[in-house]
């Protein structure tokens, strides 16, 4: 029981890693033993990230564009030259876009899904291999893909693929969980409240102080709160735990009502 947590030894990627919720995903893992990969479209600061989280534990970067089917596999093909299983595969690479209603771009609704629907499903395909090496009764193999509560919930912005998006991804976990069961590959989704990121900086900026004003514990969340429950998925205590979409929101889902 005292190991109940333990996930050292293991092998991880964390898609869009290098900034944001991934990168409190990743800091989580490299800190506590896991060799941890990270991959983000822009290699520059892919590779500043998994130098700075390397002062910690083993991180590793691999620059990939995920929006591309290409892009998805230099990926594949360079975890594959390096590793003979994987543990755990966190799909957090996303994108967001704000308009009007009537201004919305087709455009925009096609990056969101590609991005946060499409490509976690193509990567897992491409993947699946490596988890099921992995993969045991005692010990599965990991998949974690990260939501969000708009797709729990519907927000007051203007982000019209953001939210079904998310609310697909959530679904897309569940199948994989049914789907992948038999190989011993279990699938959770995380879905994050507000927490401070590139994506939410102008956000908090502009409606910050409202926003925690409606969090049932009144803060933003940390990189502690991010990377315990990606640990926990990860570990022996969540090896029986597949399906489920865990808000991590300080009560917003929990408190919501429908007047």
């Not at 990230?49 to 002062?55: G, M, P, Q």
């Not at 899904?113 to 988890?131: C, E, H, S, W, Y």
């Not at 994989?176 to 900026?205: C, E, W």
């Amino acid at each position: 029981m005292n190991k109940l947590f333990d996930v050292s030894g293991k092998v991880a990627l964390v898609t869009g890693g290098s900034r944001g919720i991934g990168e409190m995903i990743a800091a989580g893992y490299v800190a506590n033993g896991v060799k941890t990969y990270i991959s983000a479209r822009k290699a520059e600061a892919c590779d500043e990230t998994a130098k700075r989280l390397s002062e910690q534990g083993e991180c590793i970067s691999i620059p990939a564009d995920l929006s591309t089917t290409e892009g998805i596999q230099v990926l594949v093909d360079e975890i594959r030259s390096r590793e003979s299983q994987l543990d755990i595969l966190v799909n957090n690479a996303g994108a967001t876009w704000g308009a009007s209603i009537e201004e919305f771009p087709e455009a925009a609704w096609d990056k969101v899904m590609d991005i946060n629907v499409k490509g976690p499903f193509f990567l897992t395909q491409a993947l699946l291999p490596l988890l099921e090496a992995s993969a045991s009764p005692e010990d599965p193999a990991r998949i974690i893909n990260v939501g969000s509560i708009d797709g729990l919930n519907v927000n007051k912005m203007g982000t019209y693929s953001y939210g079904p998006s998310k609310a697909a991804i959530h679904h897309l976990t569940r199948t994989f969980a049914s789907h992948l069961a038999d190989r011993y590959i279990t699938a959770n989704a995380i879905a994050p409240g507000p927490f401070p990121s590139k994506m939410t900086a102008g956000v908090q900026k502009v409606m910050g102080d409202k926003i925690t004003a409606g969090v049932p514990l009144k803060r933003w969340g940390e990189s502690a709160d991010m990377a315990g429950t990606a640990i926990y998925l990860a570990s022996k205590a969540g090896a029986y735990v597949s399906g489920v979409v865990i808000p991590v929101d300080g009560g917003i889902i929990a408190s919501s009502r429908t007047l």
